[in-house]
């Protein structure tokens, strides 16, 4: 048996919600060329313009109207003003996005929101299309397309000095943060995600490479 979401979606509109959702690694791969500074000078006001434009879609009818006539097609069962007033992801995807690199080092903020797009796609169109196995409140074959896709980013993105215990930091990370994509925890998983493996990473820097210098990348030598 598939298991497919109980409100039925057509898979193409869940390709092109993914393809724009892909479009936002542009986020950290831009981010590893920047200062932080500018990194928080484009994203500040992003998340600023992308959170008004939502509550203004949720609580002023003409702006809604507007905004369901042109993008209502991309919104999830949960975004829809009559399901309930839930901000998009877009503007999840932003807010992690700021809060990560706000006060993450540059190295585990770039590999938590590489995670958040490409292993969040890759589960939600192997779940939805291959899915028939339960695993906690998704699909196992989710949860693996999660994890492999995690893998990959983790084994492409930048690290501090390139020691085979950085990737199992990650690889460990990516993991967790399976395991909360399929368990659907209250928050939004645009946020959740990424802040799983950021946390998880810096913890896991602290207690098995103390000695590393997180903020390298920074600049903060």
Do not use: Q
């Amino acid at each position: 048996m598939s298991l497919l979401p109980s409100v039925e979606e057509s898979y193409g509109t869940e390709i092109v919600r993914k393809g724009i959702h892909l479009f936002s690694l542009l986020i950290p791969v831009v981010y590893y060329f920047i200062p932080k500074s500018t990194a928080l000078a484009i994203l500040i006001p992003l998340t600023l313009a992308c959170g008004l434009s939502d509550v203004g879609r949720l609580f002023v009818p003409a702006i809604g109207r507007v905004f369901n006539m042109w993008f209502g097609f991309l919104l999830r069962p949960h975004e829809r003003n009559e399901l309930g007033r839930r901000l998009t992801g877009a503007t999840y995807v932003l807010l992690a996005a700021t809060l990560l690199v706000l006060f993450f080092p540059k190295v585990i903020a770039i590999t938590a929101i590489a995670i958040l797009i490409v292993s969040d796609s890759s589960a939600a169109l192997v779940g939805r299309r291959y899915g028939k196995h339960r695993f906690m409140r998704k699909s196992l074959e989710g949860a693996g397309a999660f994890f492999i896709s995690g893998l990959l980013v983790v084994a492409l993105a930048p690290k501090v000095d390139y020691a085979p215990a950085e990737y199992l930091i990650g690889a460990a990370a990516a993991l967790l943060a399976a395991f909360v994509e399929a368990s659907a925890i209250g928050m939004d998983d645009n946020l959740s995600i990424p802040l799983t493996v950021g946390g998880a990473m810096w913890i896991l820097y602290l207690l098995f490479l103390p000695a590393v210098n997180l903020f390298k990348l920074d600049g903060m030598i």
